[in-house]
């Protein structure tokens, strides 16, 4: 179960790391899909966000959502934030985590191979039926099924987004006639601090598990999060020694 949504961020979590300027420039793949005719016109829509192949959410919506967490967790080259870290793709997996058996809901264990020992982090595990009720209930919705209504209509995680995305779109061409992907940072963190705080607490929990996660679901590429926060991530089996444990400050 994802951890719930922290207390309302406000001015002061999104002004955590100071304000860096301007969007970060990236490649960006020809959009899904997207005819020779539009490709032009799709990719400056796109704005400079790299599209992953096979992403669950529609190229559009991937570039929003890439632009709204460089707006919460914004970093740079020296000091790594949401898109540094791939934070929008843990995000994208979670939402399509059904399009693989296992879904990619629970990595394995009890090791990820990165200090010795077997890598059965990435050895997803099977749900169960309650599990699998519940989790497709809340990425997917109740979709009118009668076993996942018993209390009441859900609205899945991926529409949710997906609504509050074309919301703060449409926030954005009001306010500075582009597309939110095409907006400079400064801009987008202007649109956040007016969202709506559910949305955004949420967003930003999503955001902070993408940058500093464990790399198996998808985000803190090559443990970019990790080495902002001075963290080693998973030790075992090596463990550490007793002075170690006793001494962290001597490394």
Same mark, same amino acid.
């Given at each position: ?18 304000f860096?300027g301007?969007?970060?420039?990236l490649v ?6 997207a005819?020779?005719c ?12 790299e599209?992953?192949? %096979? $992403?669950?959410?529609?190229?559009r919506y991937y570039? +929003? ?6 707006a &919460?967790?914004?970093g740079? +080259? /020296?000091?790594?934030? +949401? /898109?540094?870290?791939?934070?929008a793709?843990?995000?994208?997996? &979670? ?15 009890p090791y990820?191979?990165?200090h ?16 699998? &009720?519940?989790?497709? $209930?809340?990425l997917?919705?109740?979709l ?5 209504e018993?209390?009441?209509p859900v609205v899945g995680?991926?529409a /949710? !987004?997906?609504?509050? &995305? ?7 061409r009001?306010? !500075?006639?582009?597309?939110?992907? $095409? ?8 649109l956040?601090?007016?969202m709506d705080?559910?949305?955004?607490d949420?967003? !930003?929990?999503?955001?902070v ?7 198996v !679901?998808?985000?803190?590429?090559? %443990?970019r999060?990790?080495?902002?926060i001075?963290y ?8 550490? /020694?007793?002075h170690?444990?006793?001494?962290p400050?001597d490394?």
């Open positions: 179960m994802p951890p719930a949504p922290p207390p309302d961020p406000g001015p002061a979590t999104l002004e955590r790391r100071g860096l301007g969007a970060l420039v960006v793949a020809a959009p899904l899909g005819s020779a539009r490709r032009e016109d799709a990719a400056e829509e796109l704005g400079p966000w599209i992953p192949e %096979g $992403t669950t959410l529609a190229p570039a +929003a959502l890439a632009a709204l967490f460089d &919460l967790i914004p740079d +080259a /020296t000091e790594p934030g +949401a /898109t540094e870290a791939r934070a793709y843990h995000l994208d997996q &979670l939402l399509g985590a059904f399009r693989t058996s296992p879904p990619r809901i629970f990595a394995g264990g990820s191979g990165r010795g020992g077997l890598d059965g982090f990435s050895e997803f595990q099977p749900l169960t039926r309650v599990e699998t &009720l519940r989790w497709r $209930t809340y997917e919705g109740s009118g099924l009668p076993e996942r018993w209390n009441g995680l991926r /949710t !987004y997906e609504a509050a &995305l074309d919301a703060l779109e449409g926030e954005a009001l306010s !500075y006639g582009a597309g939110l992907a $095409t907006l400079s940072r400064e801009q987008r963190r202007s956040v601090g007016g705080s559910g949305f955004r949420l967003a !930003y929990v999503h955001a598990e993408g940058t500093y996660g464990d790399p !679901y998808g985000g803190n590429f090559e %443990g999060g990790w080495a902002v001075d080693e991530g998973d030790r075992q089996p090596l463990g550490f /020694t007793a170690e444990m006793a001494h400050e490394g």
